[in-house]
Nanobody, 117 residues
Framework: QVQFVESGGGLVQPGGSLRLSCTSSASASRVVTMGWYRQASGKQRELVAR???????DYSDSVKGRFTLQRVIAAKETYLQMDKLKPEDTATYYC???????????WGQGTQVTVSS
């Protein structure tokens, strides 16, 4: 069973920055998609950013140009650099992991990001 250690969330003012980190307990793999989703209060969970094993990165339109996803090739760690944060970025952010061969998905426990003045 894959487990995660997530960190980096917190309270930040609009226009500020945060960097989220996620470390996986899984063994290194070259066929893993990893990234971040988020869920705001009263809303459904949505994609923030993810990268597959081919290096293809998907970003939500709402974060393009502001957020940058980084992944360790071994798929043990992923980082989300969040710049120019907006109040609408306020949400619980979840680390995401998917084995591309089995399509089994795993989720972190979540880290809270609050953007407010």
């Amino acid at each position: 069973q894959v487990q995660f250690v997530e960190s980096g969330g917190g309270l930040v003012q609009p226009g500020g920055s945060l960097r989220l980190s996620c470390t996986s307990s899984a063994s290194a793999s070259r066929v893993v998609t990893m990234g971040w989703y988020r869920q705001a209060s009263g809303k459904q969970r949505e994609l923030v950013a993810r990268m597959n094993s081919n290096g293809v990165t998907d970003y939500s339109d709402s974060v393009k140009g502001r957020f940058t996803l980084q992944r360790v090739i071994a798929a043990k760690e992923t980082y989300l650099q969040m710049d120019k944060l907006k109040p609408e970025d306020t949400a619980t952010y979840y680390c995401y992991y998917r084995n591309e061969w089995t399509n089994i998905e795993y989720w972190g426990q979540g880290t809270q990001v609050t953007v407010s003045s």
